[in-house]
């Protein structure tokens, strides 16, 4: 198996191995990588932190992370593997001089990839310590993880921080939505059906709707989460990213470059939403006390560390227009939010109703055709039609009943594992590919974009509206598709958070 790999064995460096992500996501990918046989025989895993690790201890605190967190029982096979692949290195990050026991621990014949799973601030200081340890080449990657900054002005002082020391081709910015199946699926289903390829504009389709509701809160997080908001955490990467793959035009080819110059495009054209408009486009929210699957949560501003004071989203409600060709008069309206009912992101596509009702016996108005690509979870993708009820009737009439074709992932591809978006990105980064990272103009137009909203909401006087936990958020994000005659797609997944 390994023998097949078409890329060459890797130094992969995980700066920040005792954080939250690196325990909870990136450990246990890169042993379920491992399971899969997708690491090359000669990788190897160094994890950096400022803790004084036994290499013994360090092991240790992998596995227990990885037994944790990876979903199934330690298969001993592949734990004995990749155990010998660990490596840990103490380094303070911020002192410069503490990089170079780095040196002794990888190899700059080789190629590097370097995980920066810190807080951002710290990206600059990485650099510059991996430059003093005189570990930097043409062949180092670095992984970036999201958000960069807080706003346009920050994400770029980041970015050129890091842009002193690597090539654009060198930075992957990870935005972990990019990595799931049924993200990746929108690509295929687009431009691999003619159903969907030629139906796929405002001649055809009224509106598009994109949810992605959480049923956790803000998970000990409150420090980050608060400064973010749901606007920063969420919106301004993996639901523009999500809008960007459905709304763009078709790539020539599926480099990197040709799907990121259309996504780009699609960010240019996003109309401004700013203190003229955003109460007519935007509803923001935060969570009151509540029940979520049965169980009584807090308020936002009960959460542990919370301050009293804080006006920081926790949902956002948008309709976002795009000003092109191919998209007129066809409003994109988003939702995203914390402590809602269930953990689900869906997209749906509602087409345009027929022009004339010729059953109306059984329907006063024909419902639109829709389609509904569930990203998570119950992944699968469901197109809603109009069907003849079978059966004679005495009267010649027709009776319709709405049915649906549905294609659950887990019945069509019942013996296949759906991999976790981390382990779909790591291995494309040591592949080397950087079709699904995000490029600086796009995180910089996303950013554009966003600021005006959050300084328009800043500049009023209200902040935002209370919804109880367990709940699809303020009453307002309801009316904000209501006054248009629409409503919010009501998710069948009820089943957990
Ligand atoms: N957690 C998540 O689910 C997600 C996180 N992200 C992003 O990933 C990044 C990491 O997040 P997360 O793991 O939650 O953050 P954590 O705070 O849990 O982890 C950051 C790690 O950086 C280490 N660190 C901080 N300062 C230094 C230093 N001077 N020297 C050495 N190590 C240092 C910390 O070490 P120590 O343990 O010693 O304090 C900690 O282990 C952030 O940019 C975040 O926005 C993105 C998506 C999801
Ligand atoms: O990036 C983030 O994503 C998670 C949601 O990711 P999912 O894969 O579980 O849908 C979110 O909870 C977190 O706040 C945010 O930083």
């Known amino acids: 198996m390994v023998s097949d790999l078409k890329y060459e064995p890797i130094d992969f460096v995980l700066f920040g191995t005792k954080g939250d992500l690196a325990r909870r996501k990136l450990l246990p990918s890169l042993y379920q990588l491992e399971k899969a046989g997708l690491l090359h025989d000669g990788t190897k895993v160094i994890g950096v932190a400022r803790q004084d690790f036994s290499q013994t201890d360090y092991v240790e605190l992998v596995k227990e992370n990885i037994e944790k967190f990876s979903g199934d029982t330690l298969c001993k096979d592949t734990w004995t593997k990749f155990q010998a692949r660990l490596d840990y290195v103490q380094v303070n990050l911020t002192d410069t001089a503490s990089y170079t026991e780095l040196c002794e621990h990888v190899d700059v014949e080789r190629t590097m990839v370097c995980y920066f799973a810190t807080a951002p601030s710290l990206f600059g200081d990485i650099c510059k310590g991996m430059d003093n340890a005189g570990i930097i080449d043409d062949s180092v990657r670095v992984v970036l993880e999201k958000p960069i900054g807080q706003d346009l002005e920050s994400s770029k002082a980041i970015n050129d ?59 000990g997080r409150w420090g980050y989460f608060d400064d973010a908001g749901q606007m920063r955490d969420m919106v301004q990467n993996h639901l523009l990213q999500i809008l960007s793959l459905v709304a763009m035009e078709p790539p020539t080819t599926l480099d990197a470059d040709s799907i990121r110059d259309e996504k780009l495009k699609v960010l240019k054209a996003l109309r401004p939403i700013n203190a003229s408009n955003i109460n007519e486009k935007s509803v923001r929210g935060q969570y009151s006390s509540g029940f979520v699957s049965g169980h009584e949560v807090p308020g936002y501003l009960e959460e542990e560390d919370a301050n009293q004071k804080s006006r920081t989203e926790t949902f956002v409600a948008l309709k976002v227009e795009i000003d092109n060709w191919r998209w007129a008069g066809v409003p994109f309206y988003l939702r995203t939010g914390k402590r809602l009912p269930t953990k689900v992101s869906e997209i749906v596509i509602y087409f345009k109703r027929q ?50 074709l549905d294609l659950s992932f887990s019945e069509e591809f019942a013996d296949q594992r759906i991999a976790d978006a981390y382990e779909k ?73």
Request: charged fraction near 25%.
């Open 161 to 219: 921080k890091v842009a002193e020391y690597f090539t654009e081709k060198q930075i992957y910015r990870i935005d972990h939505y990019l990595g799931k199946e049924t993200v990746l699926n929108l690509i295929a289903l687009r431009f691999a059906n003619s159903i969907f390829a030629t139906n796929w504009d405002h001649n055809c389709i009224d509106h598009v709707q994109i949810s992605v509701a959480e049923s956790v809160g803000i998970e």
């Open 355 to 404: 022009p004339h009702n010729l059953f109306g016996a059984s329907f006063s108005q024909l419902p639109p055709n829709k389609l509904v690509i569930r990203l998570q979870p119950e992944e699968g993708v469901e197109v809603t039609v109009m069907n003849k009820v079978p059966g004679l009737t005495s009267t010649g009439a027709m009776d319709l009943q709405k049915s649906k």
């Open 425 to 497: 990105l790591l291995l494309e980064v040591m592949i080397g590919n950087q079709a699904l990272f995000v490029r600086r103009d796009e995180v910089e137009q996303a950013w554009t974009w966003v600021d005006s909203i959050i300084k328009a909401w800043k500049s009023s006087s209200e902040g935002p509206e209370q919804y109880q936990a367990g709940t699809w958020g303020p009453v307002s994000s309801i009316g904000l598709l209501a006054k248009e005659g629409r409503s919010w797609y009501e998710s069948k997944i009820k089943k957990k958070g």
